[in-house]
């Protein structure tokens, strides 16, 4: 079973950056989405606060009730989706958060629909359930969004699942709401057809508000809505996630998290708590950030001979064709990512893994300058390949 696993392709990219960096490479690391911003400020208070309180102990499996009822009362508050406390589970981060539902709902020969591009996660979570992936394909003319219709082609009696981020890891596109009604109409057409929502990057949409599919007509006892901390609050190290289900979904998940964590960490509970209960309004200075690094990214892309790229609405991501790069050069972007990790020193994921081959995924989670020299030498690495 483990190896027919393979590493994330973001993980991967991530290690071989920390290996030439410590050889003395300069290296300028674009593959992970880790933000460069610090915590708010709210966030460590409540984080030393818990220091000196009484959470030294084993935490509940499904997390303290009271952080459970501030994060009920954030999807109340911000996404009109009204859970009570015992349909929460808090777990060791939004990936642990979306394995516990995978192997709650779905066993061997299950098919999870999975439109691409995807986070590179999601088809091996299903494989270790015992699951088919079933991934429906998109193109960049299609801004990476499966038509409705691809995806409703792709569900079989035995679909259990349907599995997707909006804004989404890799291509930073988001649903649009006439695009999530449509796509509700469809799982209103199966029964036992179940969504997993993620969610995660919900405070980073650069043009409207973000709508959570949950709040689709008849989805809210058919989704499972993901999030976490570690993208808007810019607290990747903590590893908490969290999800708001329908309560035999919410139970299943605490069962299964009950033989592998346990509890999530009790003082980022804690800092959770902290996190719901604040003003969303205060994650505006990082989302405007975001904002104007995607446009200087698009903006210096122009310069890469044959990159060609959509307008992402959200998350922090753009994902360029390269096909006119690979060319018969190089067999995948897998190969290409290799380039110019080795000959410009700019480490970005090969879009294979998210199910969109001939890209490659940039992260601009990190300071302008770098991310000017990243795509500097990175067109200065194509062009000598012309």
């Known amino acids: 079973m483990v190896q027919a696993i393979a590493e994330p392709a973001t993980l991967l990219m991530a290690r071989r950056s920390r290996e030439l960096k410590a050889q003395g490479r300069d290296i300028i690391d674009l593959s992970l989405g880790e933000p460069d911003h610090a915590p708010p400020p709210f966030a460590l208070e409540a984080a030393h606060a818990a220091l000196d309180g009484p959470w030294h102990k084993y935490p509940p499996v499904n997390g303290f009730a009271d952080v459970r009822e501030a994060i009920a009362h954030k999807f109340k508050r911000d996404n009109g989706l009204v859970y009570s406390p015992e349909q929460i589970v808090v777990s060791t981060g939004a990936k642990m958060s979306i394995m516990n539902v995978v192997l709650a709902l779905i066993g061997p020969g299950d098919e999870v629909v999975i439109p691409a591009p995807f986070w590179v996660t999601y088809a091996e979570q299903v494989r270790m359930a015992g699951g088919v992936p079933v991934v429906v394909h998109s193109t960049l003319a299609e ?218 995924r940039l992260s601009y989670a990190t300071s302008d300058d770098k991310l000017t020299e990243a795509v500097s030498r990175i067109a200065k690495a194509v062009a000598e390949l012309q």
């Open 143 to 360: 801004d990476y969004k499966a038509p409705v219709e691809r995806i409703a082609a792709a569900i079989t009696p035995r679909t259990r699942l349907l599995l997707f981020s909006s804004p989404c890891n890799p291509s930073g596109s988001v649903l649009t709401l006439q695009e999530m009604q449509d796509l509700a109409a469809v799982v209103a057409r199966h029964p036992d057809l179940y969504v997993i929502s993620d969610e995660i990057y919900e405070h980073i949409v650069f043009d409207g508000t973000h709508r959570s599919f949950a709040s689709m007509p008849g989805m809210m006892e058919r989704t499972i809505t993901v999030n976490g901390l570690s993208k808007a609050f810019a607290l990747t190290g903590w590893r908490v996630g969290f999800i708001g289900a329908p309560l035999w979904i919410a139970q299943a998940a605490t069962k299964v998290q009950g033989q592998f964590t346990s509890g999530t960490n009790s003082i980022a509970q804690r800092v959770t708590k902290a996190c719901m209960e604040a003003d969303p309004a205060l994650l505006g200075g990082m989302r405007t950030d975001f904002l104007r690094r995607r446009d200087l990214v698009l903006d210096a892309l122009k310069a890469v001979p044959g990159w060609v790229c959509n307008r992402p609405q959200g998350a922090f991501y753009v994902l360029p064709d390269v096909s006119a790069t690979l060319n018969g050069r190089f067999k995948t972007s897998v190969e290409l990512s290799m380039h110019l990790l080795e000959h410009a020193g700019v480490s970005v994921v090969e879009g294979d893994s998210f199910g969109a081959p001939g890209t490659v």
